[in-house]
């Protein structure tokens, strides 16, 4: 008789369970198939990486002027590239183009290319950055540096991370020409 209060209580807990825990009959393959589903997940979100930098010996500046390219179709970026320079203490300005501006003798010049898809979870397109190059100039058009970010081919790992994560790598290897390696922090050379 003591069994039966036991066998009550297994079978009113199992009735609480989804149909899937019950009914499944690899319940195993099911929580696979969900883990591996949320890894990956959780790669396609890690933070873009910085490529082909290059970087020119220069004097350190504190402000530049970023001239606006309405061929850039995403409005996340320009705020996503002032918060980056701002956490290297580098002020920022927004002008249409460098003709008739007040005098700045730094300029970021940038693109960005946009591509729409559908995210884990959602049924929805998104727009995401797919491919930004970024350039800092003097106001007589030199290169001080310039660096790429991409998406690339493979996992996309970064495909569904935020603008500003796809983009503060590639400023930061900008403004210090140190272009992290996903296994080290190597400094990009000089180049004269």
């Not at 609480?16 to 883990?35: N, Q, V």
């Not at 061929?71 to 705020?79: K, Y």
Request: charged share 15%; glycine share 4%.
């Amino acid at each position: 008789m003591a069994a039966r209060p036991h066998t009550a209580a297994l079978v009113l807990a199992s009735c609480a369970l989804s149909g899937c825990s019950i009914l499944s009959p690899m319940p195993l393959w099911e929580l696979t198939k969900a883990t591996g589903q949320l890894a990956f997940s959780a790669l396609q979100t890690e933070p873009g990486e910085a490529s082909d930098t290059v970087y020119h010996a220069h004097a350190r500046f504190s402000s530049l002027c970023i001239e606006y390219n309405p061929q850039t179709q995403t409005a996340d970026v320009l705020p996503a590239l002032q918060l980056a320079l701002r956490a290297h203490q580098i002020d920022s300005r927004v002008y249409e183009s460098a003709i008739n501006t007040p005098h700045c003798p730094v300029w970021l010049r940038y693109s960005a290319q946009m591509e729409w898809g559908k995210s884990p979870y959602s049924e929805r397109y998104q727009a995401y950055i797919s491919q930004a190059t970024l350039s800092l100039q003097t106001d007589r058009g030199q290169v001080l540096s310039s660096s790429h970010y991409s998406l690339g081919d493979g996992m996309r790992t970064s495909k569904w991370a935020s603008t500003q994560d796809k983009l503060a790598p590639v400023v930061s290897a900008l403004v210090t020409g140190i272009q992290p390696d996903k296994r080290t922090t190597q400094p990009v050379k000089e180049q004269s």
